[in-house]
């Protein structure tokens, strides 16, 4: 069974940085990609960034795009996610997933449908 499980949120002044982590275990790590989503009140979850499970390749959601890093540590089973220059509208639950599908990267993994396991949720706040 994966687990997932997100830290790091906070509040931060607009901005600001945070670096939220993500420990992953149950299976192998470094045969999966791994994403952020996030969760604003009364909005749908949206993509943020994937990563490829050799951590090559990346796609950014464009809200986002030079602002936040995603990256892995597959010796550590985790994932990061960098946030810098944060903004009000970066307020959200931030979630961390991967999906069942072995080796799998492209385009498709910005859609949450894709995903089968999630974390429970890191709260961050970006207040000015």
């Known amino acids: 069974q994966v687990q997932l499980v997100e830290s790091g949120g906070g509040t931060v002044q607009t901005g600001g940085s945070l670096r939220l982590s993500c420990a992953a275990s149950?299976?192998?790590?470094?045969?999966?990609?791994m994403a952020w989503f996030r969760q604003a009140p009364g909005k749908e979850r949206e993509f943020v960034a994937v990563i490829r499970w050799t951590g090559s390749n990346t796609y950014y959601a464009d809200s986002v795009k030079g602002r936040f890093t995603i990256s892995r540590d597959n010796a550590k089973s985790t994932v990061y996610l960098q946030m810098n220059s944060l903004k009000s509208e970066d307020t959200a639950v931030y979630y961390c997933a991967s999906p069942n599908r072995y080796r799998s990267f492209g385009p498709a993994l910005r859609n949450r449908v894709e995903y089968e396991n999630w974390g429970q949720g890191t709260q961050v706040t970006v207040s000015s």
């Open positions: 149950g299976r192998t790590f470094s045969d999966y990609a």
